[in-house]
């Protein structure tokens, strides 16, 4: 599968990729920003340098199954991006004829992994930072919702008044007139409410911004209703005619000071949780059971943490914090290293669990990196 147009990264199906692993070291991840010639030759010289690492480490049967990869992703890694793409996400394996490419609007950090399994830890935290939203955009006679998708801008609904600016002289007096042109206005903003409430029960987004020049956006928050207030991420005061690419970035600014305050809230409540002995655990291996036994709600995670670590990848026996035996003592299978932190995201996807990235200095304990809160 290869992605011939921007994808926004919520459409990517990290849940299947989770699914998908094998015995050996089979599967390439890369995670390449693209936009300007300059990440172009700083991207040949960290692929060209990863490859040669990876290569050397490898005994020669898996040696040879690398490079039948790599050709075979080589082109979709330094393709000419399309218009628009700031980054480019890889999962190839030769040994199972897979190759998925994925074309970004937002920038990856680099990363080229060979491991058991798509690498997916970087692909998660950009679904963290760019999850859908919309924008209202709304002023007295004017209000477009547009759904941002990890900053691909697509409008959805756009309304529209005549609210008699003008009229003739002799005409109606001002006084009536101003009578009716704020009648006119509320009529509008009661219309555009009601299709607020539907454009946002089809769409699956996270919630909106409410933006806009003066007083209208106020009006049109005192009367929607208290499910769809729910729903408004913040209010942003901005002009009717803002470019598009300005518009994204006052929304992103919105949502990520939200998605902060979201994970500053699910660290409290892991404080809350273990203070008097509820439904929650921290540390590798209270979190790793419990990921296990799928008692797992959410998932805390700190962010840019890794812990060095093993996987069996016949019986999935993980350790952390130690090098990886020849073969498994648990059931003799074939062990290799892993971030463990990657295996626990992995694993919670597999069992259905939320994941919250953290701020280090918010976490219980940021030695332990990990921690959950409990479904039962």
Partial sequence: MISEELSPVTDIDIRALAEIYDEQDVYLSVYLPVSGRENEHLNRIFVDSRFSAIKKALDPDLRSEFEKTFEMAESSVFDEPISGEKGRIIFASSKESFLHVYRLAVEPEQSFVLDTSPYLLPLAKLRADYEDYGVLLVDSREARFTC??????????HLSTDLMNKHKKGGWSQMRFNHLRKGAI?????????????????????????????????????ILPQEVQQKVLGVVDVPIDIPEDELVEAGDAVLQENEKSKSRSAAEELKSE????????????????????????????IKDSSVPGWLCERCQNLQSNSKPPKEC????????????????????QRTGANVEFVEKEDFLDSDDVVGALLRY
């Fill in 329 to 348: 003592e648990r059931c003799g299978g074939p062990t290799s290293t892993v971030d463990v932190v990657e295996e626990l995201y992995e694993l919670a």
């Fill in 186 to 222: 509320k009529s509008f903003l009661s219309e555009v409410a009601d299709n607020v409430q539907g454009t946002c029960d089809q769409l699956q987004t996270r919630g909106f911004v409410l933006a806009g020049p003066g007083e209208a956006k106020q009006h049109l928050m005192e």
């Fill in 148 to 157: 941002i998708r990890s900053d691909i801008a697509e409008e959805k609904k």
């Fill in 274 to 301: 273990i203070l008097k002995g509820g439904l929650a655990v921290y540390g590798i291996e209270d979190v790793k059971a419990s990921l296990e036994q799928a008692r797992v709600n959410t998932l805390l995670i």
